[in-house]
């Protein structure tokens, strides 16, 4: 049960401006059509985000709300005692210059070839945080200035005519550099957490200084103290950093038959260049499991017995994380598509009715290092499977869905003047939401170091058969675990760990049904347009039929606790046994997909 705001809307506050200016030039010499621009783009910004900062507070029972005791507590104070200290002001600007020229090299052939190149500029740095300096050996102040890319394009277009195929072709390519994106929401962590402004006080803290009295609205004086300025969390911006860079390659041929319909077949090649993930920099690795994953403990690197032997006693943990965002390597993308259209009007149709029709299939193979769909940076560490927990690899993206097909019919009919009558017939289909096994790493069971272990985001190694890497502790039920690895497929895996996202939700099918109805209207050139659109017609008909049920987000399923004995094996622990009923893992289903619409409308045209 919750009560009150959650935790991430206790204090907040965004104020932006944008200012733009575009120009652009054109120019024609011969068979050439010359495009030059620039563009400046200027954002300012007003932030305060500061989770927690009323205070998150969980009680075991009724009892122990009403008595003041929670079980947890933790409260992010401004070290001032001033919130709107804590609000980040800062500004990006973009200036862009872009050339392009459309080259008509014959009548049937175009060439395009273009350069685009922004430069990033910010004269507002995060606060300078000595401690974090001192910690880590460089600065948290790293911005927006001296940011750019060249991002140099080239394409085609080739009328190619019969080819013998009966109809007109058309043959049309491209390849270039394209960015990332703009990063400067994930930027904005950098000048909100600073380690000088918030600090996390944790209850643990609380109750070593005997402090009874430390909930009500707001932060308690009493707590105040307690604030360290430059030990809260940072978030940081590599030095090094570079803008991510996509280079994206395309390919397709279009073909009108002659007698009527057009089939399309496009290919999509993508590669990421410098793609952006955040890293936990109070890990130090202290160890190998037995699969040849590394294994971490949070400490603090002001200690010098954490930079001799993290592994130790003597080095001081820390609980409070700093995160650094970073490029790294790897994300690539296949993505094929074909689709077939075809229309024809009513008159001389079979019953005089006419329409169009479409048919399409598309398969996509993408993977990433990391999903960034997060505003904060905490999230976007923790909200994915991983082998290495600070080192993540490419893998099978969270969206990456192998196989979409779409079926779309349209047939309309002037039943009365030249009033037409309309039914749509839209039928999707999709490959389920990708997830992946993991272990289950609670307290005691996370021999990883991860620091966000209450994700479960760490996966699953699966023992081969007599595995001299791994024991089975005590009440371990090997024979249900075997069994589950038999009927989910993961014993495919065995003697290896689980790629991310390996396994899919269930497919997932989709009818929407539209009617339309045009009327005369009032001086013969205007008309009104009755609409009925159902959403999920499936549904309707039957209320059990065509559910969206998936793995629900962080889309993990953890089905093991283990431990690492001291030979150097996973000692398996607990098997924890996913079922739901008939489901081999627990599906959550979407509400919007999952239940039928009916919508009504009227549209007046003149």
Wanted: glycine content about 10%.
């Amino acid at each position: 049960i919750f009560v009150g705001p959650d935790r991430f809307r206790q204090r907040n506050d965004l104020e932006t401006t944008t200012d733009q200016a575009k120009i652009a030039a054109f120019a024609t010499a011969g068979n050439h059509f010359f495009t030059i621009g620039a563009e400046y783009d200027r954002f300012d910004v007003l932030n305060l985000f500061v989770q927690d900062g009323t205070g998150t507070a969980e009680f075991d029972s009724f009892a122990d709300l009403q008595a003041g005791t929670p079980s947890d507590f933790v409260i992010r104070v401004p070290v001032s005692g001033n919130i709107d200290d804590a609000t980040a002001l800062f500004e990006r600007e973009i200036y862009t210059v872009y050339a392009q020229d459309e080259w008509q090299l014959t009548p049937d052939f175009l060439l395009q070839f273009g350069v685009r190149y922004d430069f990033y500029n910010g004269d507002s740095k995060p606060a300078p945080n000595p401690t974090f300096l001192a910690r880590y050996g460089f600065s948290n102040q790293t911005g927006f200035d001296q940011l750019d890319v060249v991002q140099p394009r080239a394409g085609f277009r080739y009328d190619a005519g019969d080819l013998g195929l009966g109809g007109y072709t058309v043959i049309r390519g491209g390849v270039g550099i394209f960015s990332g994106g703009d990063p400067t929401v994930l930027f904005s962590n950098s000048y909100t957490n600073n380690g000088i402004t918030l600090d996390d006080v944790f209850l643990n803290e609380i109750q070593a200084a005997n402090i009874t009295d430390f909930l009500g609205e707001g932060v308690q004086p009493n707590v105040l103290p307690l604030a360290v300025a430059g030990d809260g969390e940072v978030n940081a911006i590599d030095p090094d950093f570079e803008i991510p860079r996509v280079l994206r390659a395309n390919f397709g041929v279009e073909h009108q038959f002659d007698f009527g319909p057009t089939l399309m077949i496009d290919y999509i090649y993508s590669k990421n260049n410098n793609p952006l993930f955040v890293q936990d920099l109070t890990l130090a690795q202290i160890g190998t499991a037995p699969d040849g994953r590394p294994l971490y403990r949070q400490v603090d690197f002001l200690d010098p017995d954490c930079a001799t032997n993290p592994a130790s006693a003597a080095c001081s943990a820390r609980t409070t994380s700093d995160y650094l965002l970073t490029n790294g390597k790897g994300g690539r993308g296949h993505v094929a598509s074909v689709s077939l259209r075809d229309s024809w009007p009513q008159g001389g149709a079979f019953l005089g009715i006419g329409g169009d029709i479409t048919i399409g299939y598309s398969y996509s193979d993408v993977t990433e290092i990391q999903p960034l769909t997060s505003s904060r940076a905490v999230s976007n560490y923790g909200n994915f499977s991983k082998i290495d927990v600070n080192n993540p690899e490419a893998s099978r993206s969270n969206a990456s869905r192998s196989h979409n097909a779409l079926f779309r019919l349209n047939l309309e009919k002037d039943l009365f003047g030249d009033n037409t009558t309309e039914f749509t017939f839209f039928l999707k289909y999709r490959t389920g939401q990708p997830f992946s096994y993991n272990f289950d790493t609670p307290g005691a069971f996370n021999p990883f170091g991860d620091s966000n272990a209450f994700e479960d985001r760490v996966l699953l190694y699966v023992p081969a058969v007599n595995d001299p890497t791994v024991t089975y502790a005590p009440g371990f039920d090997l024979a249900a675990f075997n069994q589950y690895l038999a009927d989910s497929g993961l014993d495919e895996y065995r003697g290896s760990i689980v790629p991310r996202n390996a396994f899919d939700s269930g497919d997932y099918w989709d009818l929407d049904l539209r009617f339309s109805q045009e009327l005369p209207g009032f001086f013969g050139s205007d008309r009104f347009k009755f609409i009925v659109d159902v959403e999920n017609a499936l549904n309707l008909i039957d209320s059990s039929w065509n559910t969206l049920r998936d793995v629900s987000f962080e889309y993990n399923v953890p089905i093991v606790q283990t431990q690492i004995n001291g030979a150097g094996q996973y000692e398996f622990v607990n098997f924890v046994d996913p079922r739901n009923g008939d489901e081999l893992v627990p599906l959550s289903t979407s509400t919007g997909p999952s239940v039928w619409q009916v919508q009504f409308g009227l549209r007046y045209e003149f």
